[in-house]
């Protein structure tokens, strides 16, 4: 009964309490994105949600756009200054999906929404995640955020849709908060940003060159259905 009738409501009057109560923050935040990092200062990414329906996520940009000599854009470990590390240690780069919350797109909790390219290569059990709103935060990310492994996301994913229930939401909303304020599990050890679901396969050899070129392939044609 939560899920189905009482958890949205609860997400719409929080987030938009949420958004009137830390307005001035979001103010100054996208005044220190403009001046530190650039602009736009709202950055966008399609991302597959609820049944795998894509949705345009919003977050404050956390990296730069230089560019190498050959006018392409440098690696992430180059583009993310002191300030936008600041701005992902603390989470605050992720306040805009408050946005996404109140349009229907996401969930206070549920699991993180992953990249089109992630899902691409996600296995049938894995793919039932897509089966409720993904969430500002979630099981997961209580339990390791970015410093555990895919296999145990997956696995903390899982369980929190096999019984989503008021009690264990506010739980995982007191500890994200807790973790925020200690900046834990910020990111993998050795990695500015998340590795890719189809890098990490290819990497440990779980899938070949021909299976992750196509599934890229499959997730750049899926993307461009969107125009951000």
């Known amino acids: 009964?939560?899920?189905?009738?009482?958890?949205?409501?609860?997400?719409?009057?929080?987030?938009?309490?949420?958004?009137?109560?830390?307005?001035?923050?979001?103010?100054?935040i996208a005044t220190l994105v403009r001046i530190r990092l650039g602009s736009p200062v709202l950055f966008k990414q399609v991302r597959p949600g609820k049944n795998c329906r894509l949705f345009t996520m919003y977050?404050?940009?956390s990296m730069t756009n230089r560019l190498d000599?050959?006018?392409?854009?440098?690696?992430?470990?180059?583009r993310v200054n002191s300030?936008?590390?600041?701005?992902?240690?603390?989470?605050?780069?992720?306040?805009?999906?408050?946005?996404?919350?109140?349009k229907g797109?996401?969930?206070?909790?549920?699991p993180r929404p992953q990249l089109v390219r992630d899902m691409v290569f996600f296995t049938e059990e894995?793919?039932?995640?897509?089966?409720?709103?993904?969430?500002?935060?979630?099981?997961?990310?209580?339990?390791?955020?970015?410093?555990?492994?895919?296999?145990?996301?997956?696995?903390?994913?899982?369980?929190?849709?096999?019984?989503?229930?008021?009690?264990?939401?506010m739980r995982i909303?007191?500890?994200?908060?807790?973790?925020?304020?200690?900046?834990d599990d910020i990111s993998a050890e050795g990695m500015e940003t998340a590795e890719d679901y189809g890098d990490y396969l290819f990497r440990i050899g779980r899938i070949d060159l021909v299976t992750y070129s196509r599934g890229q392939e499959k997730a750049k044609n899926v993307e461009e259905i969107i125009i951000i």
């Not at 909303?173 to 900046?183: D, G, L, P, S």
């Open 69 to 78: 000599s050959r006018g392409n854009l440098l690696s992430d470990n180059l």
């Open 1 to 28: 009964m939560y899920e189905r009738y009482f958890k949205r409501m609860l997400d719409f009057i929080l987030s938009g309490i949420a958004l009137v109560v830390l307005s001035p923050i979001l103010l100054i």
């Open 173 to 183: 909303i007191y500890r994200t908060i807790f973790k925020v304020v200690n900046q």
């Open 59 to 61: 977050k404050f940009r």
């Open 105 to 110: 797109d996401m969930s206070l909790v549920g």
């Open 126 to 169: 894995q793919i039932k995640r897509q089966s409720v709103y993904p969430g500002l935060t979630g099981l997961a990310q209580i339990c390791g955020r970015n410093n555990i492994t895919w296999e145990d996301k997956f696995i903390y994913d899982l369980q929190y849709i096999s019984d989503i229930n008021f009690f264990e939401d």
């Open 83 to 102: 300030f936008g590390k600041k701005l992902r240690a603390t989470s605050l780069d992720e306040l805009p999906e408050l946005i996404n919350i109140i």
